[in-house]
Structures are given as C-alpha cells and as structure tokens.
C-alpha cells in the first residue's frame, strides 16, 4: 500500500551538496532537495565521510547545467 501513496505523490529527488571551507576542505555533507543557502555549499555526486577535513575531490562536483535558450546561449559569442 505505501508504494501506491509513493507513486501517487512521489518524494522530491534528494541530492547531496558538500559546505567548503576558505581553503575548499569539506566541512559539511547534507543532503536536500532543494541546494542549501550560502555560497560556501557546491552540489556533489556522492558522500563519503573520508573527505571530511579534507580538499574535496574536483571529480566529486556536480557541474551545473547551464540555463536559458540554447539558441540563445550560441548566438551570444
């Protein structure tokens, strides 16, 4: 019976983000549907606990998609 609710209402798609210090070492891990405030917050493909006090990983970032028209975005060069 609970996955009929769950098909029927769904759950937001959670995703992981990671809070940097100044010297980009990984302070935090939350995760949320929504990213969290603060710009010291990037989003990352996954969590592991032997980042922490560490540099975060440059393959660990998610990268953004970019926003607005394509067409747009070709003609503006």
């Known amino acids: 019976m609970s996955r009929f609710w769950t098909s029927l209402f ?3 798609h959670m995703r992981s983000f990671a809070r940097l210090d100044n010297q ?3 302070l935090a891990f939350k995760q ?4 969290p405030g603060g710009a010291e917050w990037v989003e990352i493909d996954e ?3 032997a980042w ?3 540099p975060l990983p440059a393959s ?3 990268c953004t998609p970019a926003r607005g028209n394509w067409v747009q ?3 503006a060069a």
């Open 32 to 35: 949320c549907a929504v990213p």
């Open 73 to 75: 975005r070709s003609l």
């Open 10 to 12: 769904g759950r937001p």
């Open 52 to 54: 922490l006090n560490r």
């Open 24 to 26: 980009g070492r990984c």
């Open 47 to 49: 969590i592991r606990l």
């Open 60 to 62: 660990a970032r998610v």
